[in-house]
Structure formats: structure tokens, C-alpha cells
């Protein structure tokens, strides 16, 4: 199974540079994995510089968001009348392009780290905040009963049963949530900035530096695919039981 | 509620009444009633009677607008799980938890410590006979099994009274036999006392001391009825006319206070 992922990446590669190689494509439009290589050991200091300015305000950000939308969303799914207020008003929130209100960040906020990170945090929060909502509001009143009548005080209710109950749904608005916040900070980066992974992108891309605009994607498909990571070991330990369950 | 046992649980004048602004639904109505130390007294009515608004509010979950309920002599206003143990139509296990660490979550809530839990909790695995499934999940049991877990659960901090909810109205026909049998095994082990709801007359009859019938709108106590028959049940005791007898006056209680069911369409049910 290994063997054959390599194979198929390497023939990947292959086709890929060989259409540079043999001049199909532009150089505008495509950099061949070579030329890739050739940008990155020019200029691999900005991009770690990049890199960690990205790396941070995601974690930030990320820390924020899943705060404040977890405990957002559980307030809100506790109490009927504010869940029924709220939800229609998270909802359509959600729905509203949320980047037109980045110019507006960039005014309250300026063009440095705290505009990127407020701007994630907005986009991340409502997915989590509904989601965590709704999972505890799907919870049967059954559960609510049993932690009352066994002597679970409010705190216990909550923390014990109600939120464990709603993970899986909690789970799936931190997967929406945390691409949007890293797609949020990459895309604030590019609007405007001084500096950070979606900076370098779009500062290559309006000189032409087709390498480098690549190397710029491949570096914000490796925050992606880090924090995607951190995600499924959070998914595993808290929904294990789940898995289980469909697979049983 | 004749053999001179001391009163465990009492009712008086119990009332609520729901939207007391516009509109007031009277949900219960003067219930009193008293059930003896370790008996197993059945309460049967139609759905929307009231029946779960009553036990939620012996539970202690509910408060009453009128009335009050008498545990051992102490009014009941907040839940007591020393004394009183609830359990659902569904079982309500956690399913991130095994079978054991269920069994163990009020113990764990009361702050016992590990060992005795542990030591509890097997020993009330034993009692339902299900130790070969305590490192299990509740999802790799069936609904009988997991009900059977429901009720070593609730007796794992011993409690005196069990509350029971519609306990077996998820379950088919077959496994609530089965159910009803194990139950009333439990109840002569341990010697509780035991309130059940359902709307199921045969099973209220079928395992009670006692059959307490009620109406609805309002939900009132119309009827308490003795069921006079000799343990161990079997099931062979539902197929007697002294059952069969027994049953029937349940039904004309119920039905005579209802006008959707006295209809004579519905007479020869």
C-alpha cells in the first residue's frame, strides 16, 4: 500500500515536471517541482520567517476560536430562549461573506497580527458556537434527569455528560471552524500585511515569481494539513465511541 | 398496602398546575397515596396523564404547585440519591463509558473511592448477570442487556426506593417478559421498594403488589386496586381468570373516565 502511494506521488512529480521540461505549459502559469526546489534553497530564511508569523497567529487564533465558540455555543444551548434568539442569529452571521468585513478589521485594528487574528477568530467561531449549540440542545432530557437525580451539581451536569454527549457534533464545527480560521489568517495575510505566508504569495505573485507563489501554496498546504493533524487526535481521543458505533 | 409494613414514600394533595399565567393546565390533581417499605406498587394510565410529571416530582426533580411528598417522613424538594434511584424508557448509559464505568458514574459523583466502586459495581453486574460484559461498550449490547445495566446502575448506591419510568416501553414484547421476570428477581434480592410506570395494564398487574390507575386531564388517582395474586409470578398467571378479572377492572376505570375510550367501539377491549 506504501509502495504504490510513493509510486503514484513519484509518477505524479514526473508528469509534472516533464510538462515544464518539455515547455506545455508557460512558466507564468506552472513552476515545475525543480524550479520549486531552486526557490526555496534561494530564499528558505524568508520563508520560515513566514512560516512562523503564520504558525503563530493560527495558534492564536485557533486557542480564541475554539474558546470562546465552545463556551459561546454551550451557553447558548443550555438556556431554550437564548438558543432560539441566537441560533437564527449565529446562522445568518455565518452566512454573510465575512470577508467583506475586512477592511473594516484593517480600521479598527491595523494591518499588523491583530487584524489577521480577530478576522480568524470570526470566521472560525460560528461553526463552532453552532455546532457546540445544537449537540448539547440534541441531547436527550432523559441524560439531564440521570446527572440531576444522581446528584450531579450544574457544573457536573454539564461538563460530565452533557458536553461529552455532544462531542460529536462539537467535533464536526471545529473541523469547519479551524479551516476557516486558517484560511482566514492565509487570506488576510494576502489582502494586506507585512508579512506572513499569504504576504509572500501575494507579493511573488505581483512580480511574477511563479516558484514562488507555488512554494507560498505548498507552505499554507503545510499549516493546513498540521492542524488537520492536531484535529483528528482530538477527533480519536474524545469520539473514539463513535467511531466505534458505526463501525458496530 | 394491607400488610402493616411502615410507609416508605406518601403523597399528599399533591397538585401542579403548568402556566399558571394564561391559560393554567391542571397536570395532577389531589394525589395522595402512601407506598409500603419494600412493596411494588404499579401505576398505569393513559399517555399524557401526567405519569412522568408525578415521578419526576417524587424524584425530586419537579417541584409540585400544591402538596407534598414524604420520604420516610421528610419532604422531598430536591433529588435524593441516597435514597431514590430514577431509571428511564431509554437506559441512558453514557456511551463513551464501559459497561462498569456506568455502573460506577453515581457512585463516582458521590465521591466514593475507587476500590469500592469497583467492588460495587461487579457485585451489581453479578446481580443483573452481565460480569462477563463489564470492559464493554454500551452499543455492543442489546436494548434488553442495556436496561439490565440501566437497573444495576441504579441500585449500585443502594438506594431504599426505584423509581421507574416506562422502564421496558422501548423493549419488544418478548424481552419485557424477560425483563419483568429479572426485575422482579432483582426486587426479591434486594428487597426495594418499587414505584413503575407504564401504560402497559398487564405489566402493571403482572408485577405489582399493588396497581395504583390513573386518569388524565387532570391526571387523578381513580382507582387503587390490590392485585391478590401469589408469587413467584409466572407467566402463566396472566393467561387465569382472577388475572383476566383483575385487568378488566383496571380498564373500566380508565375507560369510564375517558370519554375517547368508553365509546362503544372500545367496549370490548
Given at each position: 500500500?506504501?509502495?504504490?502511494?510513493?509510486l503514484a506521488i513519484l509518477i505524479v512529480l514526473g508528469l509534472w515536471e516533464s510538462v515544464r521540461r518539455f515547455n506545455l505549459v508557460g512558466p507564468l502559469l506552472l513552476a515545475s517541482p525543480t524550479e520549486i526546489g531552486?526557490?526555496?534553497?534561494?530564499?528558505?530564511?524568508?520563508?520560515?520567517?513566514?512560516l512562523r508569523l503564520t504558525a503563530t497567529e493560527i495558534a492564536i487564533a485557533l486557542a480564541f476560536a475554539w474558546t470562546l465558540g465552545i463556551a459561546v455555543g454551550t451557553i447558548a444551548g443550555l438556556r431554550p430562549f437564548l438558543s432560539a434568539t441566537a441560533g437564527p442569529i449565529l446562522s445568518s452571521l455565518f452566512a454573510v461573506p465575512l470577508i467583506s468585513w475586512y477592511p473594516l478589521f484593517m480600521v479598527w485594528f491595523g494591518i499588523g497580527i491583530t487584524s489577521k487574528i480577530t478576522y480568524a477568530i470570526v470566521s472560525g467561531f460560528f461553526p463552532?458556537?453552532?455546532n457546540t449549540m445544537n449537540g448539547i440542545r440534541a441531547v436527550d432530557h432523559q441524560y439531564l434527569l440521570l446527572g440531576r437525580a444522581i446528584g450531579c451539581s450544574r457544573r457536573q451536569v454539564i461538563v460530565r455528560i452533557l458536553l461529552p454527549m455532544a462531542m460529536p457534533s462539537?467535533?464536526?464545527?471545529?473541523?469547519?471552524?479551524?479551516?476557516?480560521?486558517?484560511?482566514?489568517?492565509?487570506?488576510?495575510e494576502m489582502l494586506a500585511s507585512l508579512g506572513g505566508i499569504g504576504y509572500l504569495i501575494s507579493y511573488y505573485r505581483s512580480i511574477y515569481a511563479t516558484a514562488h507563489v507555488y512554494l507560498g501554496?505548498?507552505?499554507?498546504?503545510?499549516?493546513?494539513l498540521v492542524v488537520n493533524w492536531g484535529l483528528s487526535y482530538v477527533e480519536r481521543r474524545f469520539t473514539h465511541w463513535r467511531v466505534v458505533q458505526i463501525e458496530g | 398496602m394491607t400488610s402493616g409494613r411502615p410507609v416508605v414514600i406518601e403523597t399528599r394533595a399533591l397538585r401542579k398546575v403548568y402556566g399558571i399565567d394564561r391559560a393554567p393546565i391542571v397536570a395532577l390533581q389531589d394525589i395522595s397515596f402512601a407506598v409500603e417499605e419494600g412493596s411494588f406498587v404499579s401505576l398505569v394510565g393513559p399517555s399524557g396523564c401526567g405519569k412522568s410529571t408525578l415521578l419526576q416530582i417524587m424524584a425530586g426533580l419537579v417541584p409540585s404547585t400544591s402538596g407534598e411528598v414524604l420520604v420516610d417522613g421528610v419532604a422531598v424538594r430536591q433529588p435524593a440519591p441516597e435514597k431514590i434511584s430514577l431509571m428511564f424508557q431509554d437506559a441512558t448509559l453514557l456511551p463513551w463509558k464501559r459497561i462498569s464505568e456506568n455502573i460506577e458514574f453515581p457512585l463516582e459523583i458521590r465521591g466514593m473511592d475507587r476500590d469500592e466502586r469497583r467492588h460495587r459495581a461487579a457485585a451489581m453486574l453479578a446481580l443483573v448477570g452481565l460480569s462477563e460484559f463489564a470492559e464493554r461498550y454500551p452499543h455492543?449490547?442489546?436494548g434488553g442487556m442495556r436496561?439490565?445495566?440501566?437497573?444495576?446502575r441504579a441500585l449500585a448506591p443502594d438506594p431504599r426506593i426505584l423509581l421507574m419510568d416506562e422502564p421496558f416501553g422501548a423493549l419488544d414484547e418478548q424481552t419485557r417478559i424477560k425483563m419483568g421476570y429479572e426485575l422482579l428477581r432483582v426486587w426479591e434480592k434486594t428487597g426495594k421498594t418499587i414505584f413503575f410506570i407504564t401504560h402497559s395494564l398487564t405489566e402493571a398487574l403482572f408485577l405489582a403488589d399493588t396497581v395504583l390507575v390513573m386518569s388524565h386531564r387532570p391526571g387523578r388517582i381513580v382507582g387503587t386496586i390490590d392485585a391478590g395474586l401469589p408469587r413467584p409470578r409466572t407467566y402463566e398467571i396472566i393467561g387465569t381468570p382472577e388475572f383476566g378479572a383483575t385487568r378488566n377492572r383496571i380498564w373500566s376505570l380508565i375507560s369510564q373516565d375517558d370519554r375517547d375510550l368508553s365509546s362503544e367501539g372500545m367496549a370490548g377491549l
Open positions: 500500500m506504501t509502495f504504490r502511494r510513493w531552486e526557490a526555496f534553497v534561494k530564499s528558505w530564511f524568508d520563508y520560515v520567517v513566514a463552532i458556537a453552532i462539537i467535533v464536526s464545527g471545529l473541523r469547519i471552524g479551524t479551516a476557516l480560521v486558517v484560511i482566514g489568517v492565509i487570506v488576510a501554496i505548498l507552505c499554507a498546504l503545510g499549516c493546513a | 455492543e449490547l442489546s436496561q439490565r445495566v440501566s437497573i444495576a
